[in-house]
């Protein structure tokens, strides 16, 4: 009779313990699953204000009549591309008068671009708050990006290759849109890329064209507050002077 009671009671311990694993694994789907859904709205958010910033960018570059730049969709975010034959003055990294006249008055337009001003709405203002309770901030990044063609560096050009030629033609770029916007300079970052990444091959005038060109990376994103602060000091610690105004060769 005693093996019996012993037998019943390891067995209501075994039903008892199973009933708390299985209500433990429901919780824990229940969890991952409100976890999931709150990550998809927040996304949904995020590529909403993206959609949001590149219809404002595409209205504002129209209505100004700012013939440099196209506004074009990225996986990254929004893309702003500059590649007009006479972006450039002939034999210098240096943007002609009219790209500069252009940059300053798009660098105003970026200042006013929504990406920046997501708490001024209930619910961008809800959602950057929630985040930060999880360490989490909300980070926007300007990415200027040079590229050429694969046409050599002149044998008597200062520059070693078109890599540097590709930089220094991002950081002017990068320089006149920081200083005019007044936007923190942590949002900015350069990138010169040469001849590695083209848009069409190589082989003709008009491909070459396509391929010298300022491309405008705007994406935004949460991260967390340690990646934030290692991002701001690499790009402080990684962005050329605007100082030197180097010669270089036609491209």
């Known amino acids: 009779m005693a093996e019996g009671v012993r037998a019943r009671a390891q067995m209501g311990w075994l039903l008892s313990f199973g009933d708390t ?3 433990l694994i429901t919780f824990f789907i229940m969890m991952l ?33 700012l013939t440099y730049f196209r506004i074009l969709r990225d996986p990254r975010g929004v893309l702003i591309r500059i590649n007009n034959s006479d972006a450039f003055e002939s034999g210098s990294a240096v943007p002609s008068a009219s790209l500069r006249e252009q940059l300053s008055e798009l660098g105003y337009v970026l200042r006013l671009m929504p990406l920046l001003s997501v ?18 901030v909300w980070q926007v990044n300007i990415e200027v990006e040079g590229h050429t063609d694969a046409d050599p560096i002149a044998p008597t050009s200062p520059l070693r290759d078109n890599w540097i030629l590709s930089a220094l033609r991002a950081e002017r770029v990068a320089d ?76």
Do not use: C, M
């Not at 709150?38 to 504002?60: C, G, M, N, P, Y």
């Open 176 to 251: 006149r849109l920081q200083k005019t916007s007044l936007l923190p300079r942590p949002l900015f970052s350069i990138v010169g890329y040469g001849d590695t990444r083209p848009l069409a091959p190589n082989d003709t005038p008009a491909h070459k064209a396509l391929n010298r060109r300022i491309d405008i990376v705007i994406s935004a994103q949460f991260v967390s507050e340690a990646q934030a602060a290692k991002n701001r000091v690499v790009k402080k610690s990684g962005t050329p002077s605007a100082e030197a105004e180097t010669p270089v060769s036609n491209k």
């Open 21 to 23: 694993v299985t209500l």
């Open 119 to 136: 708490q001024e709405t209930a619910a961008g203002r809800r959602i950057v708050l929630r985040a930060r309770e999880y360490g989490q």
């Open 33 to 65: 699953a409100l976890n999931y859904g709150a990550i998809s709205r927040v996304q949904k958010w995020v590529d909403d204000t993206l959609a949001e910033t590149h219809a404002f960018l595409q209205a504002e570059v129209r209505s100004r009549g």
